[in-house]
């Protein structure tokens, strides 16, 4: 049995309906319509499209003078091959006895590292850094209160977008984490590690932008990328110390969620937006509906916490609330 389809990783994509065993360890391409459900490739298409339409507008921007987007742009795709490979092979690297195998990600149109990385993942990080940043710029907290509060307000907004995915994601078989692994796994709301809900929605977005914003030079992206994930350990001593005791952990996550939200939402409500850019005005509202979509349509039991899910949806349309509904005195560039 190679390392790359353990007993664990063997269960879990058995579980999703295809075997480990059977992948190409490069690349592999399928049909759309041949997926398992229908769902994957307009979720593909969506993702993809708003990678595509961050970079576009990136670029615009960096042409207007302001490169931090595209940096950002690049930092992400930095950030995901510094990350994720541990995730997806902790044996590689000699983490498999403290990690273990942690989760897999069902079979989409293109997907890379014997069927770990979905090409849709790829897009998936730029895609969300950029929602995220570009919806807390156009609401002119960066301008107004610096970059601390403007990553503070990252942190909660992708929260609120990230998550909404996070939870649908399991009940829709799009992946499925190990249910063994209460190393990285526990405690989890529903199907949703807390460590992934705050680490991966929340701190790693709010530190790439923060650096990114602060970082002098031409090689901040590089710099971003590569020190997110340690970013990602301090935010995690806290509930370390708890050690085993699973209970205690899962407060001490909690707590630290509650306070992202908690400061976000103040930093949001105080915020006097600037005019949405074209990218910021679009694009979130598009993927908040497709998701809500996903949302009515699943079916089977509830495998996810649909109370937070709800909540992190409410929080999502007070972010759009703010952005789109709030009069504004003196309408700025679009760009």
């Not at 769902?39 to 003078?65: D, N, S, W, Y």
């Not at 979905?118 to 730029?126: G, Q, T």
Request: with cysteine; glycine share 8%; proline share 6%.
């Amino acid at each position: 049995m190679s390392t790359e389809c353990g007993p664990d990783a063997e269960a879990v994509t058995r579980g999703l309906g295809f075997d480990c065993h059977d992948v190409s360890p490069v690349v592999s391409v399928r049909a759309p319509w041949d997926l398992a459900h229908w769902t994957m490739p307009i979720l593909e298409v969506l993702v993809i499209a708003g990678a595509v339409f961050a970079l576009v507008h990136a670029i615009r921007r960096k042409r207007a003078g302001d490169s931090t987007n595209l940096a950002l742009w690049w930092a992400s795709l930095v950030y995901l091959f510094v990350v994720e490979p541990p995730l997806y092979f902790p044996e590689w690297f000699g983490l498999d006895e403290i990690y273990g195998f942690i989760f897999a990600h069902n079979q989409f149109t293109v997907q890379f590292m014997w069927d770990r990385l979905p090409l849709y993942i790829v897009a998936f990080y730029p895609m969300i850094s950029q929602l995220a940043y570009e919806v807390v710029r156009s609401l002119g907290i960066f301008r107004q209160r610096g970059a601390l509060a403007g990553a503070v307000a990252v942190a909660f907004v992708c929260q609120v977008f990230y998550e909404v995915f996070d939870h649908i994601g399991p009940q829709l078989k799009w992946w499925a984490w190990n249910p063994g692994n209460v190393i990285v796994n526990q405690p989890a709301m529903g199907s949703v590690p807390l460590k992934s809900a705050l680490l991966f929605a929340s701190v790693s977005l709010a530190a790439m932008t923060y650096l990114v914003v602060r970082l002098p030079g031409r090689w901040r992206a590089i710099a971003a990328g590569v020190l997110t994930p340690f970013t990602m350990m301090i935010a995690g001593i806290p509930s370390s110390l708890a050690g085993t005791n699973i209970t205690a952990q899962a407060w001490i996550l909690g707590a630290e969620l509650a306070l992202i939200w908690v400061a976000g939402l103040w930093i949001i409500a105080r915020a006097h937006p600037d005019e949405p850019s074209s990218f910021a005005r679009f694009y979130p509202a598009c993927y908040l509906g497709v998701m809500a979509v996903f949302w009515l349509v699943a079916d089977g039991k509830l495998v996810s916490s649909g109370l937070y899910a709800l909540a992190c949806l409410a929080g999502a349309g007070f972010v759009l609330a703010r952005l789109h509904l709030v009069r504004r005195k003196e309408p700025a560039s679009s760009v």
